[in-house]
């Protein structure tokens, strides 16, 4: 089946470590976002790729790295700068750009404990 | 960054009643999406809009690309208890060609049977 997904489900860290989550997606597309989601708020911008072995900040890029050495994968470091990690981080993906292309498909996410 | 202004934040209605939901940008935009979020999941793409005026239909739901552009609605029918979840209004600026896109802060909807 295609889609796009993301592991672990819930993955626990303690204070201090880096962390890094998972991405794929085996749907061909291009483009590549990470979101992260706290309670009772709308999604907000990490990182995004738009092709292979290149990113951008989004923005709330602080304390988090990616990188894009492949197609179908888009993996996100948590890092011990980032002061708040505890989160539901979403991963989603988008075709080469084009008419009626803009719409974003999402991974089941991953959600974050930090202790 | 920018969001949109969507509302309201949250309802809670009878099986079987309409529900109508909007959201509302401060600027130009050329695409309105709309998303429902079950507990613990990822967003489920439920009607794209790319067409100002555009009026779709999924189901039991309709959603319309406002004439200005600048804003979006989104109508569920005959509400039943499975529709319960959070809804997200989605768009992506004219200005921007880097497909990112807009959210707004999310339609939490609980349904009573």
């Known amino acids: 089946d295609g889609g796009i997904t993301q592991s672990p489900k819930y993955l626990f860290r303690k204070e201090g470590q880096n962390v890094t989550l998972s991405c794929e997606q085996n749907l061909n597309h291009d483009a590549m976002y990470w979101y992260r989601q706290d309670p009772g708020q709308g999604l907000r911008l990490i990182y995004y790729s738009q092709i292979v072995n290149d990113f951008q900040k989004g923005d709330i890029a602080e304390g988090y790295s990616v990188s894009r050495e492949k197609k179908e994968s888009f993996p996100l470091t948590v890092t011990s700068a980032q002061k708040n990690p505890t989160a539901f981080y979403l991963c989603a993906s988008r075709p080469r750009p084009g008419p009626s292309t803009d719409t974003q498909y999402f991974g089941p996410g991953t959600r974050l404990t930090v202790l | 960054g920018q969001q949109l202004n969507q509302s309201p934040q949250s309802m809670f209605i009878q099986e079987g009643e309409d529900v109508s939901m909007n959201c509302t940008s401060s600027?130009?935009?050329?695409?309105w999406l709309w998303y429902k979020q079950d507990p613990g999941e990822g967003p489920v793409l439920l009607i794209a809009l790319y067409k100002a005026g555009e009026l779709t239909s999924n189901g039991r739901l309709t959603a319309q690309f406002g004439i200005t552009r600048k804003d979006s609605f989104l109508n569920i029918s005959a509400s039943i208890p499975s529709d319960v979840g959070i809804y997200f209004c989605?768009?992506?600026?004219?200005?921007?060609?880097?497909?990112?896109?807009?959210f707004g802060q999310g339609t939490t909807l609980q349904v009573k049977p």
């Open positions: 989605a768009g992506r600026d004219g200005s921007s060609n880097t497909g990112k896109l807009i």
């Open positions: 600027s130009i935009f050329n695409t």
